[in-house]
């Protein structure tokens, strides 16, 4: 079973970037998306951003669209979130996971859409 390792978080001052990755291991991701989720203290974990492995189609949810890029490494199966201009409300614990790819057009993009889960990496935005 694939495994998910996410690393990168920290602590930024707000106007600045955090990469973050995820390296997957123990299976093939060809037929999956890799997606990302933030859970902030005290709200539901909610949807970032995914990218298709196979075609490379990238989602985000609204706050993301100008400011985050998902992309992702064939060669190291590895997935990026590269976040620039964060804000304090962008303080949350960052989430990589996977779910299969069925090609739909527009694909199920919630938490309970995808399994498993990699353990988390904090990112906290100062102000």
């Known amino acids: 079973q694939v495994q998910l390792a996410e690393s990168g978080g920290g602590l930024v001052q707000a106007g600045g970037s955090l990469r973050l990755s995820c390296a997957a291991s123990g299976g093939s991701l060809s037929s999956y998306f890799l997606g990302w989720f933030r859970q902030a203290p005290g709200k539901e974990r909610e949807f970032v951003s995914a990218?298709?492995?196979?075609?490379?189609?990238?989602y985000y949810e609204d706050f993301a669209k100008e400011r985050f890029i998902i992309y992702r490494d064939n060669v190291k199966n590895t997935v990026y979130l590269q976040m620039n201009k964060l804000k304090p409300e962008d303080t949350a614990v960052y989430y990589c996971a996977m779910k299969y790819d069925y090609g739909f057009a527009v694909p199920a993009l919630t938490p309970a859409d995808f399994g498993p889960w990699g353990q988390g990496t904090q990112v906290t935005v100062s102000s």
């Open positions: 990218i298709s492995w196979s075609s490379g189609t990238t």
